[in-house]
Nanobody, 124 residues
Framework: QVQLVESGGGLVQAGGSLRLSCTAS???????MGWFRQAPGKERTFVAA????????YYADSVKGRFTISRDNAKNLVYLQMSSLKPEDTAVYYC??????????????????WGQGTQVTVSS
């Protein structure tokens, strides 16, 4: 079992920055991690993913160059640094843990565990 708790969401003006954190506990060893988001009335979509070592990262085209995913395995933390935020980034952001040993993936079906989400609102 893996437990995930997101934090760091909030209200920010367009062009601003936020850093989301995901605190993981349980059987996290060897798992790639991902961030997804879901806007009101829309499906959950991929944002970014990182492998266990942190050496491989993968981003959605819509956030490439603006968001950075990272992790600190010693502290069981995964981060999403978001810069140059746009109103269309407004969504609930979810942290997810992939199947142990799986590669980074953009598909929600490849993730076994999910957090409760944190709201990010970007005002214009």
């Amino acid at each position: 079992q893996v437990q995930l708790v997101e934090s760091g969401g909030g209200l920010v003006q367009a062009g601003g920055s936020l850093r989301l954190s995901c605190t993981a506990s349980g059987r996290t060893f060897g798992r790639s991690m991902g961030w997804f988001r879901q806007a009101p009335g829309k499906e959950r979509t991929f944002v970014a993913a990182i492998n266990w070592s942190g050496g491989v990262t993968y981003y959605a085209d819509s956030v490439k160059g603006r968001f950075t995913i990272s992790r600190d395995n010693a502290k069981n933390l995964v981060y999403l640094q978001m810069s140059s935020l746009k109103p269309e980034d407004t969504a609930v952001y979810y942290c997810a843990a992939a199947t142990q040993g799986a590669t980074t993936s953009r598909y929600p079906s490849n993730y076994d565990y999910w957090g409760q989400g944190t709201q990010v609102t970007v005002s214009s």
